[in-house]
């Protein structure tokens, strides 16, 4: 039998499951999302759930201010906690280069209204006593920054989402788009034929994949990131920010009795392997070594790898498809798709229902790739 909904959501992870929230919140209950294996089990579920609001671009640091706002509210949202804690993000400088872009950065940031900080490597070392600063030429620091936990977050917005009649079907993949003479018409999965005017691609580091059932190219790579967990330590103390080496993507932070650690590797390829590599272990060590002495000789309790959504300049594809009614967009996220998910949900909801988002989201469009990219984000980590 063929099934009818309003809209069709492509993946529960964190974006899908907020915007079927939003939607539901605005009134449109009919609602059905799709998701191949469970719900959260993409990259949601591999994210450390850093939240910040220090971005390079306006639209991405506007994105951050909203979701923050949500998330500061997220248990009168939901129901659910999200154990969020605003300990705040301490970025690091290395280079000259990279001081003159934390220092235009701050303006603009500040301009937007975000409190923010531009610190000497000595403050650095007041907030985080146990960092070595040798290295550093300047830092930055906004205290309402932080991280949540993504298993709290997906499951306040899906459960939400359930409470207002969404359905989410885990276990079901979608093998097909079907759209006729330039309108969506519904999908194909591994369980039943679906039928909606209304699409939604919130399918995470596949989103170019489920893109090609119906002739559309995303230009989004998947690419396997890592992180570690130590062993119990109490060198770094548990108020500690998320600590940034803006040049290396090294980052850190306390994380129940220990530490959790990761950065990215500029030698990844392309592709959906999301085994450990244990050799990236040691260069890690040997990079986190210069802010953290101690990191080369510490237990290791576990690690994992996950998957970034990665676009040519680091910002997500937001918004309606031109050439086909009825299909939208939201992926190709580049490691800040948990922060963005609560004003991302809202803005798709808007856009859905009332035909225009209440914030000017022209530079995530799709379009922008017919051209040279322009303005990359800056603040890639
Ligand atoms: C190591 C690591 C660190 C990160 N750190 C941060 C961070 O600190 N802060 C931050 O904001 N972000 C971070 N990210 C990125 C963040 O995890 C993602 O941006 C976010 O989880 C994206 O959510 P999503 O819902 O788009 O994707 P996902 O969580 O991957 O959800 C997409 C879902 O779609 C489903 N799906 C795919 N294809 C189909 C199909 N054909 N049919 C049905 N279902 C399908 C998948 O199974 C998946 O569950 C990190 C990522 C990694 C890997």
Known sequence: MVKTAEVLII?????????????????????????????????????????????????????????????????????????????????????????EIFNSNVSLQ????????????????????????????CA????????????????????AAKRLGVKIYEDTEVINI????????????????YMSPVVVIASGAYAAQVGKMVGLALPISPLRRHMFVSAPSDKVERNTPMVVDFHTGFWFRREGQGIIFGMRNPDETEGFNTSIDWGFLPVIGEVGSHYLPFLKDIGIARGQAGLHADTPDAKAIIGKVSEIDGLYLACGFSGHGFMHSPAVGKIMAE??????????????????????????????I
């Open 11 to 99: 993946g529960a992870g964190v974006i899908g499951c907020s915007i079927a929230y939003h939607l539901a919140k605005s009134g449109c209950h009919d609602v059905v999302v799709l998701e191949k294996d469970s719900i959260g089990s993409g990259s949601t579920s591999k994210c450390p759930g850093g939240i910040r609001q220090q971005f390079s671009t306006e639209a991405n640091i506007k994105l951050s201010m909203e979701s923050v706002s949500f998330f500061e509210r997220f248990e009168d949202e939901t129901g659910h906690p999200a154990d969020f804690h605003q300990h705040g993000y301490l970025m690091l400088a290395t280079t000259e280069e990279e001081a």
């Open 110 to 137: 500040r301009q937007l209204g975000l409190e923010i900080m531009l610190l000497s490597p000595e403050e650095a070392r007041e907030i985080v006593p146990c960092l070595d600063v040798k290295d550093v030429i």
């Open 140 to 159: 930055t620091f906004c205290p309402t920054d932080g991280y949540a936990d993504p298993y709290s977050v997906v499951q306040g917005f899906s459960s």
């Open 178 to 193: 079907k759209a006729k003479e330039g309108q969506i018409l519904g999908v194909s999965t591994s369980k039943a034929e």
């Open 351 to 380: 856009l859905i229902l009332e035909a225009k988002a209440g914030t000017d989201i022209s530079c995530f469009a799709l379009d922008r790739f017919k051209k040279p990219v322009s303005q990359k984000e800056r603040y890639f």
